[in-house]
């Protein structure tokens, strides 16, 4: 039993020592062929050794076997021996034309970099025993066509070198094709190097460092370049195929609106692709065309926004205010649309940035012509905002009141090559002109107000709280008060911290800081106004000078502290009422409402 066990072992043990002889067999790959490569440009074969002893970085030399040489072979180049390429090879190897380039210790690739018609064939790579037993594959062959160049490319328009405004749309065109026995694709790109003078790339020539801007892949796909894509999709850049002329693809890119970071030397680039056996695609050949240069003209180095008239401008009140802003140095060849804006900075005293109160928008005239107006609505009916002129705009109030005094600013922004933007869209320059500060010139305005409660009997609930107003406005022609009545609520008593009898209940002054309820107005037209809500109220005027308010059958709502307040009203030249800022508030009057006996 125990020898049978045994042999079982011995036996078990030779089985696994095979399959793992047969598991760390040499093996050496390369790709699967046949491989179509184009003459006068690279040549580049893979090659790895896998399942060896010995040391991590391994040998390899490379042959030849010639189509034209009946099968005899030929050393290419070695990776230990300088003395291994055969005469065809040992100026271009010396030269580095021929060369090893190593991946890792065990995987490298055999480089021609310029290949010529005499080196089809096929090749070998080989490698050296390293191993205590000769088991597996040392060397791999593939086979390689060379097929003819024919890549052609061209241009039939360079750039001129010529500044080219901010805003014009970009044309470039380059023309295609390739005339080959085998099936390729071909790709074409257009693109933009960093700096330096663009040189023509002929057969195997190395291509610049460049940002892509936009393609047409080898599947015919449209793909842009990463930086390029928000403006591709926004269609600002396109790339489309026409048919050309002898056989020739046309490939014509558009730029529209360029802009300063386009300045830079252009390049067309096709190249030619091949699907290999292992279903990979390998770029077999490419040519880059240089297009020229483009200088983009910044829009800031030329345009101008200037308002008139300049300075300061002094108006009688209900005079009629006109300022025009023009816009200058927009290139003629660049379709552009302007937003306009006209704003004021509420305060005369300060001309700087930042100080003199809030700007605020008067109006604007927008892109598409449509004019809208400030917080001021009623403006769009005493004012217009016109294009009087290409690049001029007039702001006009047919009667300036004492609260369009300020400084004002022509606000133009510019879309650089777009004619209709969207609301998102970004302008391209937004400039501003110098201040045009306006001062209106006002008569001196007196205003005095006086609330008073009329003697009477106590008022309870169900009563009518009869309040006067004496108001008074003193100036030169034509006056009115415009009057406000409002109601401050009754504080609650407090008591005396530590004292709790009712002798020591006390009223705080009133609460200024409370924010009062508006009950009724008296305009200066006479029309009048009720805002409070649940009582009977009517306001009136009793003189010239003197002003009612009266609350219907009141209820413990209305008790409060009231006060009026009064605002001066002119009159211009043409009628119109305006407001001249002089206003009075007057005294509180505290009314109670007693229960009924």
């Known amino acids: ?58 040998e390899f030399e490379w042959f030849l076997y010639r189509d034209d040489a009946g099968g005899r072979q030929m050393g290419v180049v070695s990776t230990r021996d300088n003395g291994f390429p055969y005469a065809p090879f040992q100026a271009r190897v010396r030269n580095g034309e021929v060369r090893v380039e190593r991946d890792s210790g065990d995987k490298v690739r055999l480089v021609i970099q310029r290949l010529r018609v005499d080196d089809q064939g096929k090749y070998e790579c080989y490698t050296p ?26 241009f039939s328009r360079s750039l001129t070198g010529q500044p080219v405004p901010e805003g014009a749309e970009l044309t470039l065109t380059c023309s295609a094709g390739i005339q080959s026995e085998q099936l390729t694709h071909l790709s074409i790109t257009f693109g933009k190097r960093s700096g330096g003078d663009g040189l023509e790339s002929g057969a195997g020539g190395e291509v610049s460092t460049v940002r892509e801007i936009i393609s047409i892949d080898k599947l015919l ?81 030329s345009l101008s926004v200037t308002s008139s008239p300049r300075g300061e401008v002094t108006l009688q009140v209900g005079s009629p205010l006109i300022l025009t802003c023009e816009v200058l140095g927009l290139p003629s060849e660049v379709s552009s649309a302007l937003l306009v804006q006209w704003m004021k900075r509420g305060s005369v005293s300060s001309d700087v940035a930042g100080t003199g109160g809030v700007e605020v928008e008067v109006a604007r005239m927008s892109p598409d012509g449509v004019v809208s107006w400030g917080d001021d609505l009623s403006r769009a009916s005493g004012g217009s905002m016109e294009k009087v002129a290409e690049g001029r705009y007039s702001l006009k109030l047919f009667s300036a009141r004492p609260l369009d005094s300020g400084v004002y600013r022509c606000v133009v922004s510019v879309y650089a090559g777009r004619r209709n933007p969207g609301p998102s869209t970004p302008a391209t320059l937004t400039q501003r002109s110098e201040g045009v500060t306006v001062n209106l010139k006002t008569k001196d305005v007196l205003v005095s107000a006086v609330a008073q409660l009329p003697r009477g009997p106590l008022l309870k609930r169900g009563s ?30 407090v008591n005396k911290k530590g004292q709790s009898t009712a002798s020591d209940v006390t009223l705080p002054d009133p609460p200024v800081e409370e924010k009062p309820r508006l009950v009724a107005a008296l305009m200066y037209n006479g029309v009048a106004k009720i805002y409070a809500n649940g009582s009977e109220v009517s306001v009136d005027r009793l003189s010239a000078v003197s002003y009612r308010l009266r609350v219907h059958t009141a209820t413990m709502d209305d008790q409060g502290m009231y006060a009026c307040h009064a605002e001066a009203w002119g009159q211009d030249p043409h009628g119109g009422w305006y407001n001249t800022g002089a206003k009075a508030e007057s005294n509180t009057v505290t009314v109670y409402l007693y229960a009924r006996g």
Do not use: H
Request: proline share 7%.
């Open 129 to 154: 025993s390293t191993d205590s037993t000769y088991q597996g594959n040392y060397s791999a062959t593939v086979p390689v066509k060379v097929i003819p160049d024919t890549l052609q490319i061209s």
């Open 221 to 301: 796909g449209v793909v842009p370049g990463r930086s390029y894509k928000k403006r591709y999709d926004d269609e600002e850049i396109t790339l489309e195929k026409r048919n050309g002329e002898a056989g020739l693809g046309l490939y014509v890119m558009k730029m529209r609106g360029v802009q300063p970071d386009d300045t830079g030397s252009y390049f067309c680039e096709a190249s030619q692709w091949i699907l290999d056996p292992d279903r990979s695609w390998q770029k077999i050949a490419q040519r880059t065309l240089d297009i020229g240069n483009l200088t983009v003209q910044q829009l800031a180095e």
């Open 464 to 493: 009518t709280i009869t309040l006067i107003c004496n108001a008074t406005v003193t100036t030169t022609g034509p006056a009115q008060a415009q009057l406000q009545w409002l109601r401050w609520p009754i504080p609650e008593p």
């Open 1 to 58: 039993m125990r020898t049978m066990m045994a042999s079982m072992k011995t036996a078990l043990f030779v089985v696994l020592q095979g399959v793992l002889q047969y598991a760390v067999c040499r093996d050496v790959t390369l790709p699967t062929g046949t491989l179509y490569r184009v003459a006068g440009f690279p040549l580049s074969l893979p090659c790895a050794v896998s399942g060896y002893e010995g040391p991590r970085t391994q």
